[in-house]
């Protein structure tokens, strides 16, 4: 089952100025494989809603948004990446609502939903988003944009994460492609806490940073390295209400304005010192005709890490599964698991497992790193308590438990009939003895 919920919270993207939030519903939806409705209504539009082109927002968790698609005149244009035929949209004008649906539901579209709309008594600057449906199972820090389909350029990130406490942390934001329009692009920073809609904080023009209502103007201090083409933004004196995803962000004009986000760094409030993974290995097994290689990351802190294979030149994405960060018992550290499974002719090309953790980034390769897991052992649960990867061992362990638990309650069954019939059959022995 899917369960589609809503968080419920208010934010906007805006220039400066007073906003009319949509309004979305239902709270949640639990779907799957089925059709859901989610709507959006922006009821001040009054006589121009049927004019106002309406946006809609995937996010996926931690990730930054990515448009869907969009709704203009009664015709719905869907991003590249995504099937035209799952999505389908409708305005009901007399209630100022526009409906979205989204066929055959399946667990790639977990997501917080969007919708979205430029506000006419704005500039070309003002947009205002409203969160909307969550599609919840499960995670961090991710590259996305906002699109009108043309090739992006993603402003690159770094740190990864940054942990502090009540002192002052930089983020960067490279946007290499800008050439010498960098120093006049106009760059902005969204902050993002967990579970609502992100929130700019400021944006950079001209020299001057100008601060959101509802930010503190003197935390925040942004510079552009002109011959890097990169912003730093600082935020001194961090304090735990800081703790969120920061999001660089820049328009850019192709036939339309465009506006793209950056691969996000995350801030982490805690007084705790970094540790770089104590143990990092590939592990392989051969399985019929494919090899499949874990790379185990552990003991790690903060838990932020992008794991990625590559073949020495290029990033693979195909057959590659990434694991969910896991937390041993009784420890403050973290662990990650991530697996490729190449054909069995590739067995002599080398493959690189590379991370980037806020403590290093490194590589490790197939060649030089792996151990071969022997016939009979379980790559997917080695070391004990890991992250489990065989969908057949998991499988087969479920299925035992299933039976242990079936057998202890027939036993409880058979001594509670037992019980019954030992008590209806000791007072007829008793009355027996006394005739």
Partial sequence: MLLLAALVATAAWSYGFSQEIPVQSPISVTKFKNSVRMTCKIQTLGENFDRTVIHWYQQKEGKAPERVLFFSEGKVSVESGFQENKYMVENISGQKRCVLTINNVLPDDTATYYCAYWDPHCDRNSKIIKQANMLLLAALVATAAWSYGFSQEIPVQSPISVTKFKNSVRMTCKIQTLGENFDRTVIHWYQQKEGKAPERVLFFSEGKVSVESGFQENKYMVE????????????????????????????????????????????????????????????????????????????????????????????????????????????????????????????????????????????????????????????????????????????????????????????????????????????????????
């Fill in 224 to 435: 552009n390295i002109s011959g890097q083409k990169r912003c730093v933004l600082t935020i001194n004196n961090v304090l735990p209400d800081d703790t969120a995803t920061y999001y660089c962000a820049y328009w850019h004009m192709w036939t339309i304005w465009i506006k793209y986000f950056g691969t996000g760094t995350k801030l982490i409030v805690s007084d705790k010192e970094v540790s770089p993974p104590a143990d990092v290995e590939i592990l392989q097994k051969k399985h019929e005709n494919q090899i499949m290689y874990v790379c185990l990351i552990e003991k790690f802190y903060p838990e932020v890490i992008r794991v990625t294979w590559t073949d020495g030149k290029n990033e693979v994405t195909d057959n590659v599964v990434k694991g969910d960060v896991w937390k041993p018992t009784e420890e403050d550290k973290y662990s990650i698991g991530s697996w490729l499974t190449v054909p069995l002719e590739n067995k002599d090309k080398i493959y690189h497992c590379e991370y980037n953790h806020e403590s290093k980034q490194s590589s490790l390769s197939t060649q030089d790193s792996t151990k071969t897991v022997p016939q009979g052992e379980d790559c997917s649960t080695y070391p004990a308590n890991s992250t489990v990867f065989n969908r057949d061992h998991l499988m087969h362990r479920a299925a035992y438990l299933v039976y242990i638990v079936l057998l202890l309650k027939s036993f409880m069954y058979y001594f509670i009939v037992l019980f019954f019939i030992y008590r209806m059959w000791a007072p007829t022995k008793h009355q027996g003895k006394k005739a």
